[in-house]
Structures are given as structure tokens and as C-alpha cells.
């Protein structure tokens, strides 16, 4: 068997694509040609790995903190599931993906791609005209959806799910997009400005898709029929069910595990160990209930840790031209999530922790 002898479809297994993780192995990446995957390969990998992060960030302190060994899309996973913290993951991805590669577009990284003038020439507003250069999303949302949605060979629920989720990713940066302008006019009077359309900050598309994973819908299937397969009547449900949902939502179709306790056939870690932060004047709400949120609701108690930190501090200058410092040490609290018996058996390196 020589998988190179079909010639028009080149299935690439890109184990280990993602550099973040040995874990992250989304192969069967479907292209129709190697010269195609090799102009958009490194961006598809910095995207997905910028929406991963971007993951990391968004979950940083929640009981699920998007851990590398859950975030395999592969459906030749068999750990795979369709839960809500995999919507998110499938979205964000996808955003990721589209949103470098239409960065590179309009960067002029690629050969067959560019800004995109459509707008030029269409009336503008009071004050201001279509100019510039606008993001091509149209170009980066054409080809992330070759690459990402190639990872869904089935036909059953499961992969009508996650290439929902794909696309409600795609949406999410064309949702967040915003005008932006220049102004013109004699040194800078701003008579008239000149106007395009620019992706917002990825941070953004995150805290946009954060919210609609909040607000993600469970989808009512026939789930006998959706673990049967590939059946022609899978496919009516999967069809019926989707006509009810708009295309911006995430959507699943299991509950979560209970992600406070440690489960190795699932792959999760559970809540105990995790860091978590005690009140300070400028944190916001999120943080300031982290403890509540990864111990307290988990079942498990806060333990405080001082932990030394160095600094640098005194710093005097010296002529000409150095800047000495002394380091300082300074001692800080942590916190910590602990098992209530006290007892440190299943606690990594947290030897110096006092109950609080
Ligand atoms: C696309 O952009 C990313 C980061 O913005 C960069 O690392 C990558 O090299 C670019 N790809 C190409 C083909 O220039
Ligand atoms: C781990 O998860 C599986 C699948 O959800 C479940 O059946 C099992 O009971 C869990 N194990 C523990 C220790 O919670
Ligand atoms: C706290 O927040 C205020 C206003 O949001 C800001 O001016 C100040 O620099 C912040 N202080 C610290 C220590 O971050």
C-alpha cells in the first residue's frame, strides 16, 4: 500500500504539527496537493497554535483549563467527545487558523493574495470614503476551511457538530471586524478620512467566542441514532437539528466531565494543586473568585504557600552609561487547591504548604 500513488488527494499525517505539545495531533490535514500545503502549512500551525494560546488564556482559571492532552481533534481520537469545552476548542482553532492566514494575505506573504479593494469605489459616509487596504477575510476563511474542516471525515453527528463549531469560529472574525480610518487634509485637518475593514485584535475574537461558549446550546439528538454511525437517518436528524440553530452559536451534544476530579482514562488532571488568587485591590470579579471556583466548589480547601521571589531593586546609575541593581528578595503568598485531609499524597512538590 503506497499512499502516494493517489495522486489527486495527498493525505498528510502531520503528527506533531503543534510544536506547543506532543500531544496536539491533528493529522489528516486534506489538501489537493503538497505545493498548497506548503505555501499555507507554517501559517495553518502558528494559527492553531495562536488560537490554543488564546485558549489557555480564556480558561486560565477555570476548572477546565484547555490542557494539551484533551485538545486532540483527530477523529481518530477515541477519547473524542463533543462537549461544550470542545466546541470552544474546535471554534478557536478555526479562528486561529483564519485569522494568520489572512493576516498573512494582507502582510503580502503569499504570492496569489493581497488586500482586499472591494469596497474601494462604494459610497462611504459623511466625512469619509472606502480606501486602504481591507483584510481579506473571504481569502483566509476559503483556505483555513480546506485545511480544518478536512479533519472531519465522517458523516455522523459528531462531525456535523464540529464543523458547526468550525464555521461559528470563521464567523466570529468576520463578527468582531471594525472600520478603521486615516485621516486626510491639509497637516491633519481630517477633512476627509479614508476608511477599510481590519480583523480586531485575536483577543478579542477570544472573548467573543468565550461568551458564546457560555452560552452554547445542547443539541437535543436522537443519540442512539448519532452512536449508530453513518447511517442515511443519522443524517436527516443531524440536518433536522441544525436547521434550529443559528450558525454563530456553539453547539455539543454531551455534558462535561466533572472536571474538578482527576479522571486518566478522560485525561484531566482535576482542580487539586491548581494555583488560584486570593483579593487584591485591581483584580476583577473573575479572579478575585478563582479560589471559590477551583476549590471551594470542587471540594477541596486553600492552602496558603510563601514563596521567595527575587527582584531587581536599588538600582543606582553609574556614569557613563550602567545601571546597577541589587536583587531583593521578597516573600509572597500563594494559594493553592488542597485535599481537605491534609494529607500530601497526591500532592506534587507542595511540601512547604501551611493550612490556612
Ligand atoms: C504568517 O504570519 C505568521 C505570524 O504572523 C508568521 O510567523 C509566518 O511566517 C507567516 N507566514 C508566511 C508564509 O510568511
Ligand atoms: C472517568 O470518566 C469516565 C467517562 O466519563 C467515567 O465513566 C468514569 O467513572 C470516570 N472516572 C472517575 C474516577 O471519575
Ligand atoms: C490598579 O488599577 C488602576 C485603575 O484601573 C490603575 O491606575 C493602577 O495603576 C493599578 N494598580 C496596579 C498596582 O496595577
Request: aromatic share 8%; charged share 25%; glycine share 8%.
Amino acid at each position: 500500500m503506497q499512499p502516494l500513488n493517489f495522486s489527486a488527494v495527498l493525505v498528510l499525517f502531520l503528527c506533531c504539527l503543534f510544536q506547543l505539545s506532543s500531544a496536539w495531533t491533528m493529522n489528516n490535514f486534506l489538501m489537493t496537493g503538497p505545493k498548497a500545503y506548503l505555501t499555507y502549512a507554517s501559517s495553518v500551525r502558528v494559527g492553531a497554535q495562536s488560537g490554543i494560546q488564546e485558549c489557555k488564556r480564556q480558561f486560565a482559571l477555570e476548572k477546565w483549563n484547555c490542557p494539551e492532552n484533551t485538545l486532540s481533534l483527530s477523529p481518530h481520537n477515541g477519547m473524542r467527545s463533543a462537549t461544550r469545552e470542545t466546541s470552544f476548542v474546535h471554534a478557536i482553532s478555526a479562528a486561529g487558523v483564519m485569522y494568520t492566514l489572512t493576516k498573512n494575505c494582507t502582510a503580502g506573504d503569499f504570492d496569489n493574495c493581497g488586500c482586499d479593494d472591494s469596497k474601494i469605489g462604494q459610497p462611504g459616509g459623511v466625512g469619509w470614503i472606502w480606501g486602504g487596504c481591507s483584510d481579506n477575510v473571504a481569502f483566509g476563511e476559503k483556505i483555513s476551511k480546506q485545511f480544518v474542516d478536512a479533519l472531519e471525515d465522517g458523516h455522523d453527528s459528531r462531525a456535523a457538530v464540529n464543523l458547526h463549531n468550525n464555521k461559528a469560529g470563521r464567523l466570529a472574525i468576520k463578527a468582531t471586524m471594525r472600520k478603521a480610518c486615516k485621516c486626510h487634509g491639509v497637516s491633519g485637518s481630517c477633512t476627509i478620512q479614508t476608511c477599510w475593514m481590519q480583523m480586531a485584535d485575536f483577543r478579542e475574537v477570544g472573548n467573543y467566542l468565550k461568551m458564546k461558549y457560555k452560552h452554547a446550546k445542547e443539541l437535543e439528538m436522537d443519540k442512539k441514532a448519532a452512536r449508530a454511525g453513518n447511517s442515511a437517518d443519522n443524517r436527516d436528524a443531524v440536518t433536522h437539528t441544525f436547521l434550529s440553530v443559528a450558525t454563530r452559536e456553539l453547539v455539543y451534544l454531551e455534558s462535561s466531565p466533572n472536571y474538578c476530579v482527576k479522571n486518566q482514562t478522560l485525561g484531566l488532571h482535576g482542580t487539586e494543586g491548581r494555583e488560584c488568587f486570593k483579593e487584591d485591590k485591581n483584580m476583577s470579579e473573575w479572579e478575585k473568585n478563582s479560589c471559590r471556583r477551583l476549590c471551594n466548589e470542587c471540594g477541596l480547601k486553600v492552602v496558603k504557600k510563601r514563596t521567595e521571589v527575587f527582584t531587581s531593586c536599588n538600582c543606582k546609575f553609574h556614569w557613563c552609561c550602567t545601571v546597577k541593581c541589587e536583587k531583593c528578595k521578597r516573600v509572597v503568598a500563594k494559594y493553592f487547591c488542597a485535599h481537605k485531609s491534609g494529607r500530601k499524597k497526591n500532592q506534587k512538590g507542595r511540601n512547604s504548604a501551611h493550612q490556612q
